[in-house]
């Protein structure tokens, strides 16, 4: 983790959060390289999900929701966790990680979910678990605290204007669905994704950007007639989408995939079966994607708050009734993480992302052999500019070949285009109008046609 973390920093993927102010925890910004990158595996994921489905579509809905909202999907009352603080350096941290960590550094796997606050103060009483910053022993009780981030609406009185930072993007589609059916033709079974910003008040280390304060979530709920369509085979072709995705898609390596079923204590009432897709981080299995069958739970508690009729009347029968949903939420910037971790590969001291092609944040860089040689830099900038039409495009023209392949294999920059003196007829005149593209994962070079490059490169990445 140590070195993905370094090399984001060096080769602007991601940065501290306010890091001239002396940082902010669980915060992260994203560089130059880290936004490509993150903005491609969101458009697949769209274009996955949702722009090549036929029984899908699109929305974005706002971060700031009517309050109510909150309460009746349970967030105000249920999206809590247990924290403690140490006495000695006001460090905060979630109880729950503090034990299941003191037993893993022993080799145990502890799971404390659903424990009473009065249980977990128990737990770490009887085991005497230290502070992990300070080593001191000397805990405030465990008591629970909402993750909603609260602001406030306008000039009116603080408690009428009270409004929370969305916890998820999942909120927007219910509160939408009434609308989504009046304005367009879909029919059951459909369903809606939604990608944007969500918010939690988290205050354990995140393990970078394993679990921060705000993130990118693509959240999916597929509405369904549970009289018409067996939800099991619904939920099972979710679990092999998202599979998918990660493999085929992202190109991540299965054997670091497991999916885990939670069990009664962790699952929420109201869901029939709820499963996380973990990857394997550096940090453990941890949840990559959540994949829950939550009922017509939602809806049903949104039409008791609003007093709005959510339900669906099938054309073809009449029949009126509360759809059901099946939702896979995934965090893209998890998914970031993992990209990045399952695609750093060291071959003796070369290091390199091997990310797929189409999720490099530059699907090629341009060099001129010399920077001081004014016809190789004029030729590689017109080369450059022809194929930013087409691409996300790197250039760079400083140091010697080497440093420029090792500066865009820490990128993950699959092609290295180079001008040099054969291709302006100053070399070997066969190879005239040619440049050399070097290959990221084999090293090895070929010559191309300067006006081949777009159909070349093309092929290359999106095959
Ligand atoms: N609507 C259901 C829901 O939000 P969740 O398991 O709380 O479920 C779904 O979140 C996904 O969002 C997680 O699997 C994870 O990928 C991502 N996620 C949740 N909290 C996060 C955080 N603090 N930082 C980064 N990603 C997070």
Known sequence: MEKIVSLSKRRGFVFPGSEIYGGLANSYEYGPA????????????????????????????????HPKTWEASGHV??????????????????????????????????????KSEAELDEVIGQNKIKCPTCRKFDWTPVRKFNLLFETHVGIVPEAQSKVYLRGETAQGIFLAFKNILDSTRVRLPFGVGQLGKSFRNEIT????????????????????????????ELYDGWKAAMHGFITATLGVKAENLRWREHGDEERSFYSKRTEDLEYNFPFGFKELWGLAYRTDYDLKQHMKFSGVDLSYTDPATGKKFVPHVIEPAVGINRLMAMVMLD???????RVYLKLKPRLAPYKAAIFPLLANKPQLVELARKIHGDLQKHFSVAWDDRGNIGKRYYAQDEIGTPFCITVDFDTIGEGDEKNKGTVTVRDRDTGTQERVAIENLPTFLHGKIYN
């Open 34 to 65: 880290g936004v490509e990158l993150k903005r491609n595996i969101q458009d697949e994921w769209w274009r996955v999900f949702v722009r090549e489905r036929s029984d899908m579509v699109g929305l974005d809905s706002s971060i700031i929701l």
């Open 77 to 114: 009352a249920g999206l809590v966790d247990a924290m403690v603080e140490c006495r000695a350096c006001h460090s905060r941290t979630r109880a729950d990680h503090l034990i299941e960590n003191y037993f893993e550094t022993k080799g145990e796997k502890v799971s404390v979910e659903g």
């Open 205 to 232: 280390k995140g393990n970078f950007i394993f679990r921060t304060l705000e993130f990118e979530q693509a959240e999916i709920e597929y509405f369904f007639d549970p009289e018409i369509n067996d939800w099991k």
């Open 343 to 349: 695609a750093y590969t060291e071959d003796g001291d």
